[in-house]
Nanobody, 127 residues
Framework: SQLVESGGGFVQHGGSLRLSCAAS????????IGWFRRAPGKEREGVAC????????NYADSVKGRFTISRDNAKNTVSLQMNSLKPEDTAVYYC?????????????????????WGQGTQVTVSS
């Protein structure tokens, strides 16, 4: 069972990218998904999460209004649409899955632990 991220790349300030998180060997139907990022020299940051039903989405303040997380269970994928990108969004982005995460009771993306992680995809935003 693994998660595979794709869609990273190089984009100019103000541009957009769409990241995808695909599951292999298991169904995402029963998992909440979180997107995280780690920039050089910084701690890992929770970016966004989506609940199992898709009815709850939570975002870090730094990306609210610019990033949108969504899921397509038929395709067994979760996407992160990133608009109005800034140089400070430059990082390796990871998706993670867990059966118990991303609820309305706590909107902090980093509040929950995630069991399964992908290898990450690099996003670089030029100034």
């Amino acid at each position: 069972s693994q998660l595979v991220e794709s869609g990273g790349g190089f984009v100019q300030h103000g541009g957009s990218l769409r990241l995808s998180c695909a599951a292999s060997g298991f169904s995402l139907d029963y998992y909440a998904i979180g997107w995280f990022r780690r920039a050089p020299g910084k701690e890992r940051e929770g970016v966004a999460c989506i609940s199992i039903s898709g009815g709850t989405t939570n975002y870090a303040d730094s990306v609210k209004g610019r990033f949108t997380i969504s899921r397509d269970n038929a395709k067994n994928t979760v996407s992160l649409q990133m608009n109005s990108l800034k140089p400070e969004d430059t990082a390796v982005y990871y998706c993670a899955a867990d059966t118990f995460a991303c609820y309305d009771s706590n909107t902090d993306v980093t509040h929950y632990s995630y069991d399964t992680w992908g290898q990450g995809t690099q996003v670089t935003v030029s100034s």
